[in-house]
């Protein structure tokens, strides 16, 4: 990096319903914000960080009928009435506000699902996983709850979940007790310990802060995706595609790759590089 470089990210993102179910109840958000005002994103694009900062999101939801769809849209709009209110704290690098900020989403979040879960039959057991990144200047910032991932691929091409699974399963991933290949079939590897709403009583989010190593590429993604898609192929698809995926964007690769794969859910992917150039 140079003393005139600038920090710049591209991102795509797509989703799809799968090959089984008749309705798609994730949801994703691509943001941009600064103190005077917040605009969506389309599902690509590339822009400097310099003035403006970035939030990225994908979100999962459950529930009757079709609770699960309100319930990741009521989440994503939460980010968006929150995080932007934030912007002149963070710009004075109080890390501690910003962690705030994202509590406070998760916060938020969980009690307007709870509540309609409880107060209509419809929105019985409503709930929603989220997992986001908010890119600044200075740092990337993640949050996350449930069973959707945020992976990081380093410039050396290694591939790393730095979200937890909110899962059994997951806890036993991690302390290395199971295999990758023995937790894609364990009989429990979709029961939720952690989840917005879904009478959920304990709050935990995971929160944290990484500082930029670019280039890098994060990617957001449901566990459709990760069902249909070892850590491997991931990496590889991201890393090394072959002439027929080059052809395609790195979420739509990934997206359709799933769906072929399995599709037995809903499938969503959001793929964020980071780089530093020179900008004329």
């Known amino acids: ?28 958000l691509a943001l941009a914000f600064n103190h005077e005002e917040f605009y969506y ?43 932007p209110k934030y912007f002149r704290k963070q710009r004075n690098n109080h890390t501690t506000e910003c962690e705030q900020a994202l509590q406070q989403v998760f916060e938020d979040s969980h009690r307007a699902l709870s509540y309609l879960g409880s107060s209509y039959p419809e929105c019985a057991n409503m709930g929603a996983t989220l997992s986001l990144i908010w890119i600044t200047p200075t740092r990337v910032f993640y949050a996350h709850m449930g069973d959707s991932r945020i992976y990081r691929l380093n410039n050396a091409g290694e591939l790393q979940q730095i979200s937890h699974d909110h899962t059994h399963v997951g806890w036993l991933l991690r302390n290395g007790k199971i295999s990758e290949r023995e937790a894609r079939v364990h009989p429990r590897r979709n029961a939720l310990q952690r989840a917005l709403g879904a009478g959920q009583q304990i709050l935990n989010p995971q929160i944290g802060c990484l500082d930029h190593g670019t280039p890098e590429q994060f990617v957001l993604c449901t566990d459709g995706l990760t069902e249909g898609l070892w850590d491997r192929q991931i990496r590889m698809m991201l890393t090394s595609p072959d002439d027929r995926e080059r052809e395609l964007s790195p979420a739509k690769r990934l997206v359709e790759a799933a769906v072929e794969k399995s599709g037995q859910d809903n499938t969503t992917a959001m793929v964020i590089a980071t780089s530093y150039r020179t900008l004329a």
Do not use: C, Q
């Open 41 to 83: 994103l389309g599902k690509f694009g590339e822009a400097p960080v310099t003035e403006i900062d970035f939030i990225f999101a994908v979100a999962d939801g459950m529930g009757g009928e079709k609770s699960g769809e309100y319930a990741s849209r009521i989440v994503v709009d939460k980010i968006t009435s929150i995080l």
């Open 1 to 28: 990096m140079t003393s005139d470089s600038t920090l710049t990210i591209a991102w795509d993102a797509l989703t799809h319903p799968g090959r089984v179910r008749p309705n798609n109840e994730d949801s994703f």
